[in-house]
């Protein structure tokens, strides 16, 4: 059986976008690779095990300075592309749309957003959505299910640019 690079990036997007996991058991850099040596990543691990899964940072963190509508043509393994919209507000809430192009379908959601990991990564939580980015310069880069920053050739078709207001 052969797959298409379209159908395994598709399929990846879906896995990604409903089934995301919280590793929160050591420090990460930018990348979201481990910081720290393997002693200090194991005692990190053993402070955290007594913390929630997913820890909100500091209030002071302002989201209008990251608010905004972002969008991206992802990869579709059964249509020409998933045009996604996603609106972040000023009020911990997003609305995201996705339309499949080439098909007659759309779906939208919409709830609140956590900031996690030193407000370095949005975790958007609606109906239909469990999606973990990472916060950039007018871009959110989607993470995969290890919350890493997808990487390798189709890497830029997960990068979602902001508009210009």
């Known amino acids: 059986m052969i797959i298409s690079t379209k159908t395994l990036a598709s399929l990846?997007?879906?896995f990604s976008l409903f089934s995301a996991c919280v590793d929160l058991s050591q420090p990460r850099d930018e990348d979201g690779a481990a910081t720290g040596t393997p002693a200090e990543q194991q005692e990190y691990a053993g402070n955290s095990a007594a913390q929630?899964?997913?820890?909100t940072t500091d209030v002071s963190v302002n989201p209008s300075e990251f608010e905004g509508t972002y969008e991206a043509t992802l990869p579709c393994g059964d249509c020409d592309g998933i045009h996604t919209v996603i609106t972040i507000n000023n009020n911990h809430t997003f609305r995201i749309s996705s339309e499949y192009l080439g098909k007659n379908k759309k779906i939208e959601?919409?709830?609140?957003f956590k900031l996690i990991e030193n407000a370095s990564i949005i975790h958007l939580q609606g109906?239909?959505?469990?999606?973990k980015l990472k916060i950039g310069e007018d871009k959110l880069f989607q993470l995969d299910k290890d919350d890493n920053v997808i990487e390798g050739e189709h890497a830029k078709d997960f990068v979602f640019e902001k508009r210009d207001m």
């Open 12 to 14: 990846f997007f879906l």
């Open 109 to 112: 959601d919409n709830g609140p």
């Open 52 to 55: 929630d899964d997913e820890s």
């Open 127 to 131: 109906t239909e959505t469990d999606l």
